[in-house]
């Protein structure tokens, strides 16, 4: 999917599958974390996204209900 995509900003994978990492590190990934998921090594791979997307954190999730999604926003995908 990120190979399709014009502009990827940061992201970090979390999967119980060992053997995509490398493609992960060819696509610039923050982080590539095994499940089950090692709190402090969460942790440290937000700290690593950029300080620009700071205010991430303090949205008011509520207010952005229905606001398009653009190139900075953060979309987390579960499959299976």
């Known amino acids: 999917m ?3 995509l014009d502009d990827v900003t940061q992201v970090i994978f979390i999967t119980a599958f060992d053997e995509y990492a490398l ?7 923050i982080d590539y974390i095994l499940k089950p998921i090692d709190s402090d090594r969460l942790s ?5 996204i950029s300080v620009e997307h700071e205010e991430f ?3 008011d999730y509520s207010s ?8 900075n926003d953060k979309v ?3 499959d299976g």
């Open 2 to 4: 990120l190979n399709q």
């Open 23 to 29: 493609k992960a590190c060819d696509l610039q990934s």
């Open 44 to 48: 440290q791979a937000n700290k690593r």
């Open 57 to 59: 954190n303090n949205l």
């Open 64 to 71: 952005h209900l229905n606001k398009l999604l653009d190139p």
């Open 76 to 78: 987390f995908i579960k």
